[in-house]
Structures are given as C-alpha cells and as structure tokens.
C-alpha cells in the first residue's frame, strides 16, 4: 500500500472564542465600574440621597452608606431635615439584611432590621407649623387602590430590633406655653413577623411628658414593660394574641400629682373566635384604683363580634394620666360604666350602648375647683357606614348639683344624620336641652379668673329631619349678674338675653330674626336683630350675607366700664426712664376662609352719653383675604360723615386703602363722652378729609409704602394751653413764654430753657405768662402729604387770641418710627400789645394789624423721640438788638433792663459806643456784627473776644479742650475765636 503523506488543519474553535473574549472585556468593566461606582458611599452620599431629600423638601445627608444590593445595606449618622424647619429624624446606625433572589421570586424575606439611636422629633409651633408639613406638601395625600385585593402577600420579617430610640412630640401653643411627650425605648425586639407564623416582641421603654405654663409646671415620668406572642394567619392577620404590658409612674409632680406612684396593667388575651380577656387594672401600692374590663365573641377575620365592657372605680390618678396634660384635676370624681358593642356586617355596622355614672365630678385647674356634680349619661348610637349614616337611638342627660338639676337633655325619638344622599328618608326627631341657673363664678377654672359673677340659663330644641339635612332650632337663653374683669376692662352687673329660630338645608344656614337684647333705658330699647344666611358646603369657601338692623341703642351705661382713674404709678426718684416701646412686629399675612361673605349693619340710632349718632349704615364683604367696608355713612350729632376702606390681609404687613370725610364734627360731645377727664376743656368743630395708602404699620413699611393726603383742623376750640399734652406743642409754647427773659439775658435764658423745654408753662414773668398762657387754643390745623419715605406738612398752625404759631417742614420716616427725623421750622407771631411791651413792634406797623411776625429764630428737629430745640443765632440777635432800639427812651423797667444787655452785648463785641460819633454803626449793628463774629466772620481790631458758645452757656454742646484742661472758649488772647 502507498503512503500518503497530508498536512493536518488547525482547529479555529479557539480564535473563534477569543473575538467574544477581547469584545465583553470593555463590556465587563464598564459593568462592573458601574456597579462599584453606583454602589459607592461618594455616589450615594452625593447623588441619591440629595435627590430623595429634594422629592421630600428636605435635607437629607449621612455619614457613610455600604451598600450590597444582593444582600444588605448599613448607614451611619443619617438625618433628615425638612426645609426651614427643625430636624425631624435621625439615627446612629442602621443595618437591613436580606436575600434579593428570594424578593425577585416573590418572597418578600427581611433576615433583619437592626436600628440603633433612632430618634424621630416632631415639632408644631403656636401658629399650628409642623416639622412634618414640608414633606406632606411635598408628597401630598396617597390616592387609595383601585385594585381588587388579590392573594395575601408572602411576607416574612425574622429580626426587627431597636436600641435607645426616643420619639418626641413638642409644641408651643399662643400663650407660649409648651408641652413636650418624649418616649424612650431602651429595647424593642420583634421576631418571627410572618404568614402563618408566630410571633413575639418585647419592649422595655420610658415616658417623659413635661408642661411648662405660666402658672407653673407639670411634670410625669413614667416606665412601661411587655411581652406579647401573636399567632398570624396566612392574611397576616392575628388569630391569638397573649401577653401584658405593665405601666407604672414613680413620680409626677403638677397637674400630674394625682398619677404619682400609679401602676397599670393590661392583660389581652385574644382567641381566634373571642376576645377571652381584656383587662386593664389601675392600682397605687397594691390597692386597686379602678378596673376596666372587654371580652365576648370577637371574629377579626370578619370582623364581627358582640363585646361588653365595664369600668368600675375610675377615679382623679387615672383621670390625670389625660387632664394632666391641659393641666386640669379631678378632685373626688368617680366614674363608672358598662355597655355593648355591636360589630356586624364585616364592621359595616357597628352599634355602642353606654350607661356611665359620673359622681362628685369637679375639675381643678392651677387652684380653684368647681363644685361637684352628679350626672349620668345613657346613649344608644349605630353607625351605618355602608348607609354613611348615624343614628342616636336614645339619648338621655341628667346633672345635678347639690340634689338641684343643672343640665338635662332627651331624644323624643331616634334622630338620625346621614352624610351621603344614600343616608336620606329618615324620620323627623327633636332634642331638647334645657340649662338651669348655672353660676357662672363656679366654673372659673375653665372659664377664666376674669369672671367674678353671673347666671347662665337657656333652653334650646332641635329638630332634625330627612337625615340630617334639614335642621331647625330655637333658642331662647339669658345672662343676668355677669360681672368680669378682662384687663383695665370692668363688667358690671351685665344683662342680656339671646332668642330666636334657624334651621339649616345641606349646610346652608339661615337666622331669622336672632335677638340679643340688653336692659333698656330713657333713649333706646336695645334691641338688636340679626337676620340671613350662610353657605357652608364648602368649608375652605364660606359665603352668604348677614343683615343687623337696630332701631335704637344705648351704650352708655356701659361705657365706664373700659374708664380707670388710676393714675400711672410715679417712678422712685433717680430711676432711670422706661426702656421705649419696642417696635411693633409686622403683621403676618392671613386667608380667611370665606368667599363672598356680605354682613350689613343699619341702625337707626346709636347713643354714648353726649353723642348720637343717626342714619348709621354700612357694609363689610369678606373674600378670603380681603375686606372691603363700603358704604360707611353716619351723622355724628346731625353732622353727616363718611368714608371707606380696602384691606388685604393675605400679604404681609396688610395693604390698605382708606378714606375719611367728616366736615365740622361737634368736638364737645366726642371728648365728654370719651374722654372724661378732659370734659368741659373742649369746644368747636373738628374736620377731617384725607385718602391714605399703604402696607403695614412699622417704620420700615410706612416708610416704603405709605402714601395719601389729609387735611386735619378744628375751629373754636377752646382748649387751654395748660391742658395741651403735645410735647412739641408745648416745645412752642415754652420757648414763647421764654421770650422776655431771653431778649433780657439770653445767655441765661437760653440755658434755662433746657429743663422746661416740654415740661410746665411757667417763666419768670407771672404778667407775660398769663398774658400768653390764659387765651385758649382756637385753631389746630393739619394739612399734608404722605410718599416716598416723607410725611410733608404742608401746613400746620396753632392760632389763640396771644400769639399765632405755624409750620411747614417734613417727617423723614426711619426703619424704627420713634427715630423718624423732625425738621419743623416755627413761624411764631405774637398779639400786638405782646409784641409792643417786648419791643418786637416795628416801626410804621398798620394801625389795624393785630398780629406781628417775630424772625424765625426758632425750629424743632431731633426725632420723634427726642425733640431738639434749634436756633437761629443771626435772627436771635436782630431780636435782642430790635428791643433795645425800639426800648431805648423808657428808662425804666424792661426798657433799662434790655439797654444793659445791649451793653453787656457791645462789651463783649469790643465795640465802645460814643454819643458823639457822627456817623457809625448802630448800637444793634454793632451787636449783630459781634454775634457773627461768634459764627466765624472776622475783625482785626478784636484779639481777645468770646465765642458765640461762651455768649450762650451751656446752651450749645460743650467744646473740646486743651491739653491744660482748660476750656477753648476764651482760653487766651491769641486763642482765635471759633
């Protein structure tokens, strides 16, 4: 045979797996980099978390995150933040472990939740803010599946444990009072949470609650201890449940003091087909405080059952385990009870029947304890929730008081309240309630300390029909002795009466002919009517429109309630002035829940002592956040007046728009009637027109928003000088009074004048004084704008038969009101016969001028809180050199007095007068030259002259001195003059 020689082939299986090979490396990395990369604390920390913290408007951060998407995760020091608020949660360490194959099969299996130092802080703040609205905002209210309830799900939690755990609740209410409830648990472990298993748990925890009021503290510390095993059904739902949770409090102190040493225990003892046991017994040292008692057939697979309950020997240590937390005790109270529920139809309808027994029921709050009362109560109420509707089946209450009945109500038959149309086509039922003489005095424990006296009587029925939607009532109540103090507030022997019918048509409410009426008098019947109807379907949009209508009221014996003739305390001698009043807050914005909502108010006449006023008719339509009054139409004393206004509450600060129009109102009667201290001290007309503008009420928000004008005057006034309160007013009168004294000395006089720049009218000149001081007041007047951060008085005058006093300048608003800028120059003119004896007469002045005009020498700036007096110096000393001139021939009196002050103002400018120069300065321009001197101009001839400063004393500032501690004023020859 012949050899055959071939060349064998290599196999290609190997270069053909290599290609794949070379091409998933790349894949495989990047899958790989990507799983360490997504799973990485860096990532977690700086990706994930931020972006769940945002879908929850809150911060969300932690310390560190391992991660092991197949089988686990462990975080450190994780918190959650919401935005602008408090920290809601944090936790030291958490650990889950798990098996992600068996949940990607169905088997939704936890091996453990392990927490350690979680602490969960939920905060409510007085206006009703939580820490927890953030993340409600921002993941709103879960919508409710749709979807048929399928098979149960295969759950299975074998470890859930929880170490040092607190879960605290703290809130401020208005009266910035707050409560604190803070539950500390040392150890909560759960095991075996299953279908069809059992499990068991146990818990070993703390309870701090602590109550900080203006009275005082309240304070419970208290230990809780339990142990339960649960049998689960394939549902997850429990089939047996046994074991008891112990709770006892070794101190309380407060409103609490009742709970101290207390101990409870709960007992439960549930059986597939009944509830065995449930039991709840209070004791202190062993001795029973009471004993509440629930057990009969309960299905939970249902549910149905038919249970009965008991509670024997409740008394004021478990009633404070509540009240203690309102601060409220309960004395000697005793309680007892006994009734059924009824579970029927898979809980669809559920029935309670009560009798409870209240004896010697009294409540103590921060002192005071109201008298004890017996009641009892019997009550038959079903609950149809397949029907959405209620029905009360009876209804029996009885209260009495030292063997006297105070309260009693009674269901003629059953009544019925459906919320659902499903619910309608029951039959018509009445309640009658009847209150006899309850003393208001005895229930000031939760009425008020201000309350001192009074009676409270009334009778009411209601009448309820097709299920709730149509409701009549009547009422017809009396309040007679109420006698209160509410602050500076006192109410006396205060009577009234409310009476009349309503009723109600699915929300809608209507009020015919409601009539409160007080005790009459001479002038009125005191009669007030309230009539009309308001929408309610919509809760968050209430509308309707409401009519008062009164034909005559009397306020008058009521008004001296809000008068107090005590006098302001007087401060100890040397002790500093008050701090001022702190600027007021900015109002916060607010939405009514309102929607169209009209109330008119016409009264035909309305009297408070001296004024009446008639035709009064207006108008007030709230629409959540605004409030528009308009009309606004009244006559004060037959004089006809009116105005309107906008606000808008739902912005910060409020806008408003309002306007006034009251021309040549009586004054007399508005003072006699409400300012009694000052009757008899006014007369004459007040007139008052202006349109004003802006938003809020503080310095900063006045200064950036108010604008408008006004006009303010009065005529005849009548007012005397020595009743004016005005500090600036008084700033004018003063330096008036000053005026002869000062053109005699002004040095002398201009220093005294600081200590009685606003204080008392007096001067060294009783004669000058009274000339000026004694002619009231006729003429105030006002008249102005306001915008762009000024208040311009365009002008004001105070006119009195002695001098004439006016102004023109402006306000320069500040961020705090009171530091606002004066700048207030005066124009001061005084009565002819004034103006002569002080030489203040010109020459060739009209014989039938009855006013002269002085130089401007004075002006009022500083600030609203301070007013400063401000001189001219220059018109200052045409005034002193005018006197002495036109005063040079009397060689008497004041006359004399004033050419030696001229001299004395001549000596100090260096200039020697002589009779005989022929032609030279005058005495007064001499005297002016020396005072400017003073202000800087010069003159080679004086080397060693004094200062304007040194002329007026302590007047000026003091100036600065020299390194020999000697003043700079006159300190030497060759000191130039400053």
Partial sequence: MAQQNFTPVRPKRRRALRWPAILGAPVILVLGGGYLLLTSNAFLKGVVLPRIGASLNSEISAGE???????????????????????????????????????????????????????????????????????????????????????PVKFRLAKLEVRNAVLSYAETTAAEESIRTELGIAHWQLTDLGNSAKASTDLEATLHVQATRSAGSDALNANLKGAFQIALNEALLPENVQGSLTFEVPSASGAFAEAARLAAELKLDLAPQSLKEGTLTFARAGAPLGQVTVNGPLDLAGPEGALHYTVTGIGPAVLGLVGGRFGLGFSETRIAADGDIQIERQAQRIQFTSNVRADRFSVTMGGPTTPPLDATLTQDLAVDLARQSATLNRLEVAVQQAGQPRLT???????????????????????????????????????????????????????????????????????????????????????????GTGGMTNLVIGLSRMQLSVPPTDRAENRLWLDGSVDARDSAAIGGHLSLEAKSLDLTPYLAWFETTNQPAQPPEGASPPPPDEEPAALEPMTLPVKDLVVEAVIDQLFAREVAVTNWATEVRLDGGRVTVDPFRLAVNGVPASGTAQVDLSVPGWDYDVSLDAREVPLAPLVNSFSPDSRGKVGGTLTATGHLKGRGFTGAELRQHLGGTFDIGTTNLALKLVDVKSPMMRAVVNVAVELPTLLKNPAGALAGMVGRFTGSITGEDPAWVGALAQPPIDVVAMKGTAGAGRIELESARVETPAFHAGTRGAIQLADSLMDSLVSFPIELSLSRSLAEKIGQLPAGTATNQAFVALPGFFSLGGTLNEPARQLNHTALAQMVAGSASRLAGDNSGLGQQISGALGVLGNLTGDKASTNQTRGATSAEKVIGGLLEGLGSTNSGATNRPSLGGLLGGFLPARPKDTNNVPVTGASTNTPPR
Wanted: net charge negative; no cysteine; charged share 30%.
């Fill in 65 to 151: 995150i391992r991660l092991r998407p197949f089988s686990g995760a462990v975080v450190r020091e994780l918190k959650v933040v919401p935005r602008g608020q408090p920290e809601l949660f944090r936790v030291q360490e958490a650990r889950l472990r798990y098996s992600l194959t068996r949940i990607l099969r169905g088997r939704f299996e936890v091996d453990e939740i392990w927490l350690d130092g979680p602490r969960i802080s939920i905060t409510r703040a007085a206006d009703g803010a939580s820490n927890l609205d953030p993340i409600i905002a921002a993941t709103g209210t879960p919508e409710p599946s749709a979807e048929p309830a399928g098979d």
């Fill in 409 to 499: 109500a009674a269901l003629n038959r059953p009544m019925t309240i459906a919320w659902s149309e499903a619910g309608g086509g029951f039959e018509e039922s009445s309640l009658e309630m009847k209150l006899s003489d309850l003393a208001l005095e005895d229930w000031r424990p939760l009425l008020g300390p201000e309350i001192r006296q009074g009676t409270l009587a009334g009778d009411l029925k209601v009448d309820v029909a097709d299920g709730g939607k149509i409701v009549r009532f009547g009422l017809d109540s009396r309040l007679t002795g109420f006698t209160a103090d509410y602050g500076s507030a006192k109410i006396d022997a205060f009577e009234a009466a409310l009476a």
